[in-house]
């Protein structure tokens, strides 16, 4: 092990905490608008329980395909972000 430098454990719970925050507050204002524009175009789009399905589903499915795009990016760029530091 002679010749690797190591990154002091300080910094990979700097990062880690940067990143529960972004995460939190990333999820946190997703479920904020998501209901909030959901209200606003119910009664434009006649105000059946349908549009509120359409938008909920709708959230959800970008919600789900942001995560895979994530998921798959990191995988073919071969960076995971799941593992700090590692090499």
């Not at 430098?5 to 997703?30: G, M, Q, R, W």
């Not at 175009?41 to 959230?59: C, D, K, Q, R």
Request: hydrophobic share 50%; glycine share 8%; proline share 7%.
């Amino acid at each position: 092990m002679l010749g690797h430098s190591f990154e002091p454990a300080h910094k990979d719970t700097e990062l880690l905490f940067f990143y529960s925050i972004t995460l939190f507050v990333n999820a946190a204002l997703l479920f904020i608008v998501e209901p909030m524009v959901a209200k606003m175009i119910l009664p434009l789009l006649g105000g059946s329980p349908a549009v509120w399905n359409t938008s909920l589903v709708f959230y959800q499915a970008c919600l789900l395909m942001g995560y895979a795009y994530v998921h798959f990016g990191s995988r073919w760029l071969g960076n995971s972000p799941t593992r700090p530091g590692a090499s």
